[in-house]
């Protein structure tokens, strides 16, 4: 691959999700499901003073989405969009971000609240998510302005309807 | 690398940022400073519907960041922290994240505000930033809690002074 950008997990991110079809489409909707994000040893020392924050971001690869689509029809409604108006992961480039709420550091395993993510993902990145940097008014919300929270609701569990840990 | 996941660029980051030391570190310290995202045209069909959102996120390469690190001093406090409790680019994966605001879609080209990104800067993948999922009410901000806003103000923009296009 011509100018390919190459990076390698930090970890591993459990969670009991284990058919994509059946994950939780955002942390939104997954609240009471725990995860845990198993930091390699070599990167443990990294994750000092992280405990001091509420949410966190994880970045990671979604290593079970199939080939990258342009235009995809979302998990939330049934008209196709382009796919940077989406969060599908079925993406040029498979990244994926989860804003997950923080609840434990255990030496290098992070328990979090909100898994909307399938077992055996590789995690790429962890950074803080910062009141001052990501909580943002927003005043327009594209097509997800159009669907109603009672549909959003029942199509972005999926299969999963409470609890849960890895 | 064993093991590496591989991406490849969707486009390319314009800003008047030439010097990764004279860079805002964040978009909130860099107002007014206009960027452009020059998506390569084979990706273009997938920016359909997003100029319906105000906020996007962009997901980059820090390309001229230097070794990963585990402990760094961020730009914002002379402590030393977990490199996973600060958005130091000096990571493990130099990946960069930035929530932005959308001002037009020309084409295959995103103008934006708050750019706080260098020049020449690879974009990896792009997401709508949504009410729904992303505007989060955080309960701690770790050691960013400790710093205050017209300190934050004055080493968040380094160099930037106001204005800028690319």
């Not at 100018?3 to 058919?19: A, E, L, N, Q």
């Not at 009471?32 to 994750?47: D, M, V, Y």
């Amino acid at each position: 691959m011509s100018d390919s950008i190459c990076f390698r997990p930090i970890g591993i991110i459990r969670s009991c999700h284990v058919k994509a079809e059946e994950t939780p489409i955002q942390p939104a909707y997954a609240k009471g499901c725990l995860g845990r994000a198993e930091i390699f040893p070599e990167f443990a020392q990294g994750l000092k003073d992280l405990d001091g924050y509420s949410h966190i971001y994880l970045i990671y690869h979604l290593h079970q989405a199939g080939p990258g689509k342009l235009i995809a029809r979302p998990f939330l409604q049934d008209v196709e969009h382009g796919i940077f108006s989406t969060r599908s992961p079925w993406r040029p480039n498979p990244i994926g971000l989860s804003v997950v709420e923080l609840v434990k550091v255990d030496g290098n395993n992070l328990q979090f609240d909100g898994a909307d993510i399938l077992d055996g993902t590789p995690l790429l990145d962890i950074k803080p998510y910062s009141e001052k940097f990501d909580h943002i008014h927003t005043t327009r919300n594209g097509w997800q302005d159009e669907v109603d929270e009672e549909t959003a609701l029942k199509r972005g569990q999926r299969g999963y309807r409470g609890g849960g840990t890895p």
